[in-house]
Structure formats: structure tokens, C-alpha cells
């Protein structure tokens, strides 16, 4: 009886072996077919594409089962993708599975279409403005006599004394002017009306000859008022500003071509900024800017554009941008430094996360997610880069979905299904 039992026991145990077995070949027979219709090329490690094995196996460094890649350019789960799917695909597209998107960290973003704005920022420099700059002449030939304005950066008044001149030339011209007084008032009862017209033209002509030496209309009529001529005539300031050049001393001769003052007006001023070369073509005259100097914290200044060099500095490669400023209460200096910052608004673009673009020299590439968990990859064109964001010129459409992180590893894996297949993915 024992002997029995022990006999039925063995032939449950034999009968569960031989179903088993008979199981895996029918499991391995389907696999096998499965397979069999397809080329397998060589088995690679989905967290790094670049291991490759000759068979199937685990991956050394981190585990997982390797997985195979066929001739078509599919995966194991490829086929189910059939002719609609991934074989329907541009060269290079690659399917990965939601769990492999994890692993590899795949994150999205989407391609914008907008108005781009920017800030390029610049080094300037406080500068005296040109147009401001006066310089202190006299007419004549002379002797300084007194000087008032005896020290460079003092601050004048326009109109105000600078110096009193001796010209022997100024006072035969004024004793000109008596004589034709005087002869205007003779020839007034003068039957010949030709006579009075006469002596009425060398009045007027002694007169604007004083005029068009700077001798004031109020000099002139002291003049004739008291018959006798001013022996130092006062040269003014003609406008306000500071001394920035005095070369007036007592009793120092002085021709015509003497620059006694100069004296500069800075209630407005300019800013010299350097730009780079391939930023000019961002700016424009009559644009405003905004100007900050460490020299005046926490205050912003806005200025203007009012001119551009024509030409680029061979050294520093910039071109040299001059603003126009108002300088209320003197607050800028000639030679400050300053900081330029000039708004940029561009026309409508696209534009995509600049950690979307891989960028290989002469080739740039965007994955774009094509759903179903294929990726295709897409050569493009890139314009200016803008913030966090990278112009695109061509080879992108608005509002598509693109991979902005784990695109390395998918393009590793593009890369060698497209070198398997024999092509590379042409540009658009």
C-alpha cells in the first residue's frame, strides 16, 4: 500500500515537470516567432545606449535587462507601433516607454511664439557734450588790463566780466564814431540832403564796426553820451557754465586767435557707451535707455540715443553710442563710469527652452514629442539667444511639444538606430 502511494506521488511530481517544460517551449516557441520575423542587430542598455552587447543579457553597471535593437529601427515593443506608427516616422525617431522616460528623467516644454525682449548692457562714460563747449575770443589786438575770472572750473553767469582789454585799434575806432557824430549833427542843416546822407552812412559804418568787434550797444551809447572814448573795454562771458581753460593773465598781449576761456554748460551732458559689434544692429538713434553710476546709487537716469559711430574699434571690436542726458543739480562728472542698459523689443519668433536645443557644432537638434511615446528628431535653425530662451528660425512650428531634459540620452539612441538603418535625418 505504501509502495502505491509512493508510486502515484512520483507520476504527480513527473506530470508537473513535463508540463512545465512542455509550457516554456510553447512560450519560447511564440517568442522565437515573434522575434524570428525580425533582424535583431544588437543588444544595448536602456540607461546607456552607448553599452552595447552581442547578446542578450543584464547590464553590468546599473542592472537592467538589455534590450534588443532590431534592423527596422524598432524596439521589443516596436511592432505593435506597425506601418502607421514608428516605421511611419522620420529617420531617427525612437519610441521609449513611460517607465524609460522616468528612469532618464524626460521633461517637456513647448515651442512659443512671441514678441522677444531683451536688455543689452553696456560700459559708458560721462562725457562733456560738444554743442555746450564756448570759447572766449577777442577781435581786436590788445593788452589784458584787469582779469576777473582768475582760475579754471569756476562757474560763470552768462554775461558776467571776465576780463577788461587796452586795444589801441578799439579806441581809434571809437574816436571814429565822434567824428561821424559829430559830423551828423553838423550836416543836418546842410542845404545838400546829399551831404547829411553822407555823414549819416560813416556814422552808421563807425558804429557796426564796433558792434561786430563785441562792443556792447550800452558801451556805444556811453560812448556818445559822454564824447569820450572807453580806454579798457569789458569782454563777458557769452553764456553760463564752468571754466574748464584760462589762459587770461594781467598785462599778457592778445590777438584775435587767443583762447583766453573756455567755459562749458553741463546742466546736459553725454554718455559714451561701447557696444559690441553684433549688437549694433539693436540700436538705433532716438532710443531711450536707461543709465545707472556706482558713483550715484539706488537713482536711474534715462537717456537718448542721439548718435552711433560709424565705424568699429579694431581693439575692443565696439562701436562707440552716444546719449543725450539732462544733469539736474550737476550730478554727473565728466569721466564717471556709468552703466548702459538698452531695451531690445524684437518682432513676433519662435522661441524654445535653451536646454531643448542640442547643439553639435554646424548641427542643432530638437526632439519633438510625436506621442505614443515617440521622440523625432528635428534639425533647426537658431537665431539670437534671449534669456533662458533660444530663437528659432526654421525646422520648428508653434505650439509643438518638445523634450527639454533627458534629450541627451534619446539622441544617443537616435543616433545609432539611424547609423543602423544606413541614414542620418536630414535637415529641413
Known amino acids: 500500500m505504501k509502495a502505491i502511494r509512493t508510486v502515484a506521488v512520483l507520476v504527480v511530481i513527473a506530470a508537473a515537470f513535463l508540463g512545465g517544460y512542455v509550457y516554456r517551449a510553447i512560450k519560447s516557441g511564440t517568442s522565437s516567432a515573434d522575434q524570428g520575423s525580425r533582424k535583431v542587430l544588437y543588444w544595448v542598455d536602456p540607461m546607456h545606449p552607448a553599452y552595447k552587447s552581442d547578446k542578450p543579457g543584464i547590464a553590468p553597471d546599473c542592472g537592467m535587462k538589455l534590450e534588443p535593437v532590431y534592423a527596422d529601427g524598432g524596439g521589443p515593443s516596436a511592432a505593435a507601433a506597425g506601418a502607421d506608427g514608428l516605421s511611419a516616422m522620420p529617420v531617427g525617431t525612437v519610441e521609449i516607454t513611460p517607465e524609460k522616460q522616468q528612469l532618464i528623467g524626460v521633461k517637456y516644454g513647448e515651442v512659443e511664439k512671441g514678441a522677444g525682449s531683451r536688455t543689452i548692457r553696456a560700459v559708458g562714460k560721462v562725457a562733456i557734450d560738444e554743442t555746450q563747449i564756448q570759447h572766449v575770443h577777442t577781435k581786436v589786438e590788445g593788452w589784458i588790463d584787469q582779469v576777473f575770472v582768475d582760475y579754471a572750473g569756476q562757474l560763470v553767469k552768462k554775461g558776467q566780466p571776465l576780463i577788461t582789454v587796452y586795444s589801441p585799434e578799439m579806441l581809434g575806432s571809437q574816436r571814429e564814431l565822434l567824428l561821424a557824430a559829430k559830423a551828423r549833427e553838423t550836416m543836418k542843416g546842410n542845404p545838400l540832403p546829399s551831404a547829411f546822407d553822407q555823414s549819416l552812412s560813416l556814422f552808421q559804418a563807425a558804429r557796426q564796426r564796433l558792434e561786430l568787434w563785441d562792443l ?26 564752468y571754466v574748464t581753460d584760462r589762459k587770461a593773465f594781467p598785462q599778457l598781449k592778445v590777438m584775435p586767435d587767443t583762447d583766453l576761456y573756455t567755459i562749458v554748460d553741463l546742466s546736459r551732458v553725454w554718455i559714451i557707451a561701447d557696444v559690441f ?91 519633438v514629442d510625436r506621442g505614443n511615446g515617440l521622440f523625432e528628431p528635428r534639425q533647426v535653425t537658431v537665431g539670437e539667444r534671449v534669456g533662458g530662451r533660444i530663437q528659432i528660425l526654421s525646422g520648428l512650428s508653434g505650439g509643438e511639444r518638445i523634450v527639454t531634459s533627458g534629450n541627451f540620452l534619446i539622441d544617443s539612441e537616435s543616433q545609432m538606430k539611424a547609423a543602423a538603418s544606413g541614414m542620418e535625418p536630414k535637415k529641413p
Open 216 to 241: 556792447s550797444d550800452a558801451q556805444i551809447d556811453q560812448v556818445l553820451k559822454t564824447g569820450e572814448p572807453i580806454k579798457n573795454f569789458t569782454v563777458y562771458s557769452p553764456g553760463s557754465g
Open 277 to 367: 559689434e553684433y549688437e549694433a544692429p539693436n540700436i538705433h538713434v532716438g532710443q531711450t535707455v536707461s543709465v545707472t553710476l556706482q558713483a550715484v546709487p539706488g537713482k536711474t537716469f534715462s537717456a537718448r540715443v542721439n548718435y552711433i559711430q560709424p565705424q568699429v574699434d579694431p581693439v575692443t571690436r565696439t562701436l562707440k553710442v552716444r546719449l543725450d542726458i539732462d544733469n539736474p543739480g550737476l550730478i554727473l562728472k565728466p569721466e564717471m563710469f556709468a552703466d548702459v542698459e538698452f531695451r531690445v523689443t524684437s518682432a513676433t519668433q519662435l522661441s524654445v527652452p535653451a536646454e531643448a536645443v542640442l547643439d553639435a557644432g554646424e548641427r542643432k537638434t530638437v526632439f
